[in-house]
């Protein structure tokens, strides 16, 4: 920024970098807003790699790293509601004026520390408000995204949202269906994995995007189970304790989980453990109790446990407590110990492979996590026992 300073140019600290600073939080990253052009920046930085060079936009690699540097500019129209048409390039203020949200309207000059507000975004930090810069329907019609970034933007901070500026979002609600399914997914993920995550799930519901967002009713009910996850927590564990306060234990888990699948765009994985985090947490709440060690010790083994667990302590802490207390007992006989037996033992022991053999070694396992077996010995009699049950039986049993 010196150098284009030194070159003739105004250059400023833009944005997110120049709020967190104001809120004495520390920036992720640091945006340049510059007078210069971008062939006049690539004079100063011949190196400057553009990725958006039409709408003033460069890189600058300086120092191990990669700095966005951009020309001040207002935008043109807004035909597909998320990128303007074209770009004319301008000055700082008119800058500042197209930009989404008063608090992200802010310029800082670094060489003095001088701050450069234009649209009153100061005033509002210091009132905690979070409102869009000029006519907010004007604001949401260029980009509808700008919808869930106040939803994120003002649980994040803990801002109330400015009452015209919450009035244009639920006008305009439907119209987020033009976004994509990515960013939309991109967004709520965002706001799940924040700690005040039932802050954005509630303002979500009140302003009426959760219908879009999420391709349901709405509803207003209050998010309390997603409030009484700790920090951090799996983003689908997040979703699964919404879906709970949503539509309660009762819902069923395949269909919720499939529908939010699409609206959120969840990939393989994140599906999977929100498919697990909704059956195990239900069934930790209702049959736990009933079950043998065995089946205790390989639940509590699992990889969707922990979560699940998380999920039990938002509906019913002593539920919560109960299953710490006994899986604390179970793990001085270990959870997951070694199998005694591998199918490679059973074939040495003259056994022929085949489709029992999982029937077996998952029987002599059991009998080892209960502890009725410790040694290979005694394991190798029990799967010779199994098999020949099984063999009596014609293998259906």
């Known amino acids: 920024m010196r150098r284009l300073t030194d070159a003739g140019y105004t250059a400023y600290l833009a944005g997110g970098c120049v709020r967190d600073q104001l809120m004495g939080n520390e920036p992720t990253d640091f945006d340049v807003a510059t007078s210069a052009r971008p062939e006049e920046i690539k004079e100063v930085f011949p190196r400057a790699h553009a990725v958006g060079e039409s709408f003033g936009v460069l890189l600058i ?39 989404d949200f008063t608090i992200n309207g802010l310029f800082q000059d670094p060489l003095t520390g ?10 509002d930090l210091q009132s905690r408000t979070l409102r869009a810069i000029g006519d907010p329907h004007d604001r949401i019609h260029e980009d509808r995204l700008r919808m869930l970034r106040a939803v994120r933007f003002t649980a994040r901070f803990g801002f109330s949202l400015e009452e015209a500026t919450a009035d244009a979002i639920r006008q305009h609600a439907e119209n987020l269906k033009g976004v994509s399914r990515e ?20 303002e979500l519901q009140y302003l009426g995007l959760d219908e879009t967002v999420l391709g349901e009713s709405n509803l207003t009910v209050a998010p309390t189970r997603l409030g009484q996850l700790p920090e951090p927590v799996e983003y689908a564990t997040a979703l699964a304790a919404w879906i709970f306060d949503r539509h ?14 699409r609206a959120l765009m969840l990939s393989n994985a994140e599906y999977d453990a929100l498919k697990d985090a909704l059956d195990y947490s239900r069934a930790l709440r209702t049959s736990w109790p009933r079950l043998g060690i065995a089946r205790q010790k390989r639940i509590a083994a699992s990889p969707p446990f922990n979560q699940a667990l998380l999920l039990v302590q938002t509906a019913d802490r002593q539920e919560f407590i109960d299953i710490r207390r006994r899986v604390l007992d179970l793990e001085k006989t270990g959870l997951a110990p070694e199998p005694l037996l591998s199918g490679d033992d059973l074939i040495e022991a003259g056994m022929t492979p085949g489709p029992e053999f999982r029937r ?23 799967a010779w026992l199994i098999r020949r049950t099984l063999a009596g039986d014609g293998g259906t049993d």
């Open 360 to 382: 077996i070694l998952d029987g002599v396992y059991d009998a080892q996590l209960e502890g009725q077996i410790r040694d290979p010995e005694s394991a190798l009699e029990l």
């Open 114 to 123: 001088r701050i450069i507000d234009f649209v009153g975004g100061q005033t």
């Open 183 to 202: 960013r939309i997914g991109q967004e709520v993920r965002r706001m799940l994995l924040d700690q005040n995550r039932a802050v954005a799930a509630w």
């Open 61 to 99: 690699r300086r120092h191990g790293h990669t700095i966005e540097t951009a020309t001040f500019r207002t935008d043109g129209p807004y035909s597909d509601g998320r990128h303007p048409e074209e770009v004319h390039f301008s000055d700082a203020e008119h800058d500042a004026r197209r930009r």
């Open 248 to 261: 309660g234990e009762s819902v069923e888990a395949d269909k919720a989980a499939k529908r939010w699948r």
